[in-house]
């Protein structure tokens, strides 16, 4: 994604499978992580997508309907009073490192790439990916998964928990991924 390395890169196609091209991906903050495992595998499995989770980990929760294609994770915070109940990030799965590229290029030249992160691990897969802030400070990533088992939660210097009570400009420079007072990872 930087200049000298786009030349060389090969493209790398996703690890997983989903219907269409992309699909929007959703990570939640849970408190009591089986209580919402429990409320969405009822919601998905019991009345609407016939889906139990797709991958479970130590304060970490994955759902992945077909229909309609979404990917949701639930992740484990500490408490109310961290401030992490709630959206923590959204996002766009897609299916080669080269949709990655072109989404990087189109934010890159309205002036809205914060990140790009490659071959990262992230909620124990393997990532490339690259972030953007919204006018909220909704934080959005577009990314594809190259390896969907990873034994790593998030690497080292990750955007893949961004604290949520830092400013968006402050974030890429600032952020301590999935410490006590961070978000979630997808």
Same mark, same amino acid.
């Given at each position: 994604?930087?200049?000298?390395?786009?030349?060389?890169?090969?493209? *790398?196609?996703?690890?997983?499978?989903?219907?269409?091209?992309? &699909?929007?991906?959703?990570?939640?903050?849970?408190?009591?992580?089986?209580?919402?495992?429990?409320?969405?595998?009822?919601?998905?499995?019991? &009345?609407?997508?016939?889906?139990?989770?797709?991958?479970?980990?130590?304060?970490?929760?994955?759902?992945?309907?077909?229909?309609? *294609?979404?990917?949701? &994770?639930?992740?484990?915070?500490?408490?109310?009073?961290?401030?992490?109940?709630?959206?923590?990030?959204?996002?766009?799965?897609?299916?080669?490192?080269?949709?990655?590229?072109?989404?990087?290029?189109?934010?890159?030249?309205?002036?809205?790439?914060?990140?790009?992160?490659?071959?990262?691990?992230? !909620?124990?897969?393997?990532?490339?990916?690259?972030?953007?802030?919204?006018?909220?400070?909704?934080?959005?990533?577009?990314?594809?998964?190259?390896?969907?088992?990873?034994?790593?939660?998030? *690497?080292?210097?990750?955007?893949?928990?961004?604290?949520?009570?830092?400013?968006?400009? &402050?974030?890429?420079?600032? *952020?301590?991924?999935?410490?006590?007072?961070?978000?979630?990872? !997808?």
């Amino acid at each position: 994604m930087n200049e000298e390395k786009n030349s060389e890169k090969v493209a *790398s196609f996703s690890a997983v499978e989903f219907p269409g091209n992309s &699909t929007i991906h959703t990570a939640l903050a849970a408190i009591d992580l089986a209580a919402s495992k429990r409320f969405y595998e009822t919601l998905f499995y019991e &009345t609407l997508f016939g889906e139990a989770p797709t991958k479970e980990r130590e304060g970490y929760v994955k759902f992945e309907p077909q229909d309609p *294609s979404v990917n949701l &994770t639930l992740n484990e915070v500490p408490s109310l009073e961290s401030g992490d109940v709630g959206p923590a990030h959204f996002g766009i799965q897609v299916k080669s490192t080269s949709a990655v590229e072109q989404a990087s290029e189109r934010l890159k030249e309205a002036g809205l790439l914060d990140m790009i992160e490659e071959n990262t691990a992230c !909620c124990y897969a393997v990532q490339d990916k690259v972030w953007a802030v919204d006018p909220n400070g909704n934080r959005w990533e577009v990314f594809v998964v190259l390896d969907p088992d990873s034994d790593i939660f998030h *690497s080292d210097g990750s955007d893949c928990c961004v604290p949520e009570t830092e400013a968006p400009e &402050t974030v890429a420079e600032e *952020s301590g991924c999935c410490d006590t007072k961070s978000t979630a990872c !997808c």
